[in-house]
């Protein structure tokens, strides 16, 4: 069980354009999911935590209106980066909590989804 | 975001031989976890501790919640090809705030 899902693994796409990624708990219910972006060996950067039901929560330096937050529901989340230019290119992450393992659970990441702006 | 001091930065070691890890930080944690990333995938979880002094196997792998809440460990026994990777620590400080380590490659060398 627990199994987060990303979609798409991978996408290429003019700069200018925008891009929608989706991050769905298969098997369980997040009222929160979290949202990385991951340079080249290097490790996990918290974008936002995205709250069902309500406003994403930006980390500082991260530009809300550039890389778009929904939580419609207990499983999904998606991650839209609006406008895309060639240094958006990264490994974006999503992971999620379940909502019955309390306050202090375990963390499921889904596969990632690598974006690259042409 | 605050990231946690991991540590090594990167192994390279002989298939067989055992492997450790640490994680640290001046924060106290609630929860202690261990991932392990491969090129092109997400973390996967490998360990989770919750308790202090907490000590947990997986398998080859086991993982120590230190005393003090504010260290872990990871220890990798008899290590092969496939145990390459990233590892991560992450600590969790309360409900949603989760702080991840630096990461330490691996390479086993066969």
């Known amino acids: 069980g627990a199994v987060v899902s990303q979609h798409p693994s991978r996408v290429i796409c003019k700069s200018g354009t925008s891009v929608k990624i989706e991050c769905r708990s298969l098997?369980?219910?997040?009222?929160?999911m979290f949202w990385y972006r991951q340079f080249p060996k290097k490790s996990l950067m918290l974008m936002a935590t995205?709250?069902?039901?309500?406003?994403?929560?930006?980390e500082q330096g991260v530009e809300k209106d550039k890389f778009l937050i929904n939580h419609a529901s207990l499983t999904l989340s998606t991650l839209t980066v609006t406008s895309a230019h060639p240094e958006d290119s990264s490994f974006y992450i999503c992971?999620?909590?379940?909502?019955?393992?309390?306050?202090?659970?375990?963390?499921?990441f889904g596969e990632g989804s690598r974006l690259t702006v042409l | 975001g605050q990231q946690l001091n991991q540590s090594p930065q990167s192994m390279f070691i002989q298939e067989g031989e055992d492997v450790s890890m640490n994680c640290t930080s001046s924060?106290?944690?609630?929860?202690w976890l261990w991932y392990k990333q491969e090129p092109g995938e997400g973390p996967v979880l490998l360990i989770a501790?919750?308790?202090?002094?907490e000590l947990t196997s997986n398998g080859r792998l086991t993982a120590q919640f230190g005393i003090t809440r504010k260290d872990s460990f990871l220890n990798i026994s008899a290590s092969i090809p496939s145990d390459v990777g990233i590892y991560f620590c992450?600590?969790?400080?309360?409900?949603?705030?989760?702080?991840f380590g630096t990461g330490t490659s691996l390479t086993v060398i066969p």
């Open positions: 992450a600590g969790q400080l309360t409900g949603n705030q989760f702080y």
């Open positions: 501790l919750y308790k202090a002094g």
């Open positions: 995205s709250n069902e039901g309500s406003k994403a929560t930006y």
């Open positions: 098997d369980f219910q997040a009222t929160t």
């Open positions: 992971s999620a909590r379940p909502l019955a393992g309390g306050p202090y659970g375990e963390l499921f």
């Open positions: 924060s106290i944690f609630n929860t």
